[in-house]
């Protein structure tokens, strides 16, 4: 039997796990499960996030699913409110990995475009262990997100997803009635979908 709950800070560890495995060779697993950890504790912490994660009989996690409430200013906020431990990522990622900050802090201005007021929820990470997929945990991750932005009387969800060799991404994202909205490029040269959904 598997349940949709939101996780506790204690199991972002348990969730940057999952992320490596579902999202291998992307460039936030680049950065490393530490930083990961620090990501998920913060929006787990976040009361402008909404964080959901599937559990098996075990009370195991199978699956997570975050989202912001605004998409707007969203990771600005959540880096200002943990500077902290996001410094300490920052330093860390400057000495083992430099060009990634470069990636970070101009993916991060996206917030800036003006032709997009951002006035969404956005749906940001979403992963299912390898060996669960295909059983409907993804789409019951989506409709407890869902069921939450409903909640907070959110009318529109957008998320982002890559262009390139991702039909089966893609097809889940439709079949649970997202639309195509548009098209752009993240730096440093990832073309990228976007799909809205009015709820
Ligand atoms: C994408 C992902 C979350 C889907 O989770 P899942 O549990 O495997 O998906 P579900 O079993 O809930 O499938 C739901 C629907 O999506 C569609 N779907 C799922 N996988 C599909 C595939 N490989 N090809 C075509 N359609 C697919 C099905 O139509 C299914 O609808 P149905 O219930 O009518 O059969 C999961 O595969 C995953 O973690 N992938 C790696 C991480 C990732 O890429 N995340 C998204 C980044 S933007």
């Known amino acids: 039997m598997i349940r949709y709950r939101a996780p506790t800070i204690t199991e972002s560890e348990e969730i940057a796990v999952i992320h490596l495995k579902t999202f ?14 620090t990501y998920y504790t913060s929006c787990i912490k976040s009361k402008e996030a909404i964080s959901i994660c599937a559990v098996d009989g075990n009370n195991r996690i199978i699956g997570f ?54 006035d969404y929820s956005e749906l940001l990470s979403i992963g299912v262990l390898v060996e669960k997929k295909g059983q ?15 909640k907070e009387s959110v009318k529109k969800i957008s998320l982002t997803t890559d262009f390139n060799s991702n039909d089966a991404v893609l097809s889940f994202y439709k079949s649970m009635g997202y639309i195509v909205y548009g098209q752009f490029t993240t730096y440093p040269n990832r073309k990228m979908f976007k799909l809205i959904k009015n709820i």
């Open 24 to 37: 291998k060779n992307f460039f936030l697993s680049s950065l490393g499960k530490s930083f990961l950890i």
């Open 65 to 118: 699913c975050f989202g912001s409430l605004l998409s707007k200013g969203f990771h600005k906020k959540l880096i200002w409110s943990n500077l902290l431990p996001f410094t300490f990522q920052a330093i860390s990622i400057l000495f083992s990995k430099p060009k990634a900050i470069i990636r970070l802090i101009t993916n991060l201005k996206k917030d800036a475009n003006l032709e997009d007021d951002g």
């Open 136 to 150: 409907g945990i993804g789409k019951g991750l989506i409709i407890a997100f869902e069921k939450e932005c409903g």
